[in-house]
């Protein structure tokens, strides 16, 4: 399991390069859910802070690199391999603890469940 947990905080093959995706549309694999208000490009432990907007409340989540399937700079969306409700389920994020390895790891293991998994 910390192959994976590690695994999920780095962007994929490919993707290292992600350029300014702030302001991006994120689409799930089951729609749109919401656009990329900071992300964070460092080896290990990168994500992406998503506000889903209206959908979700206004909610903000953090989104492990390693859920990115494909960045569409042309249309400015990037798409990840989980689904609207995954998202919506997961953990509000908590600024306090961004950076505490227990919150990182329960990010890591819910992500780590979802569809496609890493």
């Known amino acids: 399991m ?3 947990t590690v ?8 993707l290292l390069d992600t350029g300014d995706i702030d302001g991006y549309s994120i689409h799930a694999v089951d729609g749109d859910i919401g656009k990329v208000d900071k992300h964070n490009s460092e080896a290990g432990s990168s994500y992406l802070l998503v506000s889903t907007g209206p959908w979700i409340l206004g909610k903000t989540v953090m989104l492990p690199a390693g859920v990115i399937e494909r960045i569409d700079h042309e249309n400015k969306t990037v798409h990840v391999n989980r689904t609207k409700d995954q998202i919506k389920d997961a ?5 306090a603890h961004e950076g505490d390895a227990t919150y ?10 979802g569809v496609g998994g890493v």
Do not use: N, Q
């Open 2 to 4: 910390a192959e994976t």
């Open 91 to 95: 953990p509000e994020y908590d600024e």
């Open 104 to 113: 990182r790891s329960g990010l890591g293991d819910y992500y780590g469940r």
């Open 7 to 14: 695994a999920i905080w780095s962007f994929r093959e490919g």
